[in-house]
C-alpha cells in the first residue's frame, strides 16, 4: 500500500484576483468539487477553482502547518509562491486530470 499524501493548496479565479489556500488529504476530488461548486462558502461566492499552486506532504500536521503559514502572509508573498512554481498562472490541476479541464 502507498503512502497516503497531503495537500495544501492555492486556487484563484479565472482573473487571478482572489487567492484561497486550502488543505485536503485528496487534491484530484478536491478541485473537482471546487470547479463544480460542490463546496458552499468562499469559493464557491467568488468563483474559484483555478489550481495555481500546491505542495504535498506525508504529514497531515504538515500540511495543516503549512495552510497555516500562508493564509498567514500578505498577497504579495502569496503571489511569489505562486509564481515561484508556476509563472503564468496556469490551472495545475490539468496536470493532475485532463478531465478537470476548464470550459
Known sequence: MGMKHYYTYILTNITNNVLYTGVTGNLLKRVWQHKNKLIRGFTQ?????KLVYFESFNNPHEAIAAEKKIKGWNREKKIAL???KNHEWRDMSEELDPSLRSG
Not at 461566492?45 to 477553482?49: I, M, P
Open 45 to 49: 461566492r467568488y468563483n474559484v477553482n
Open 82 to 84: 505562486i509564481e515561484s
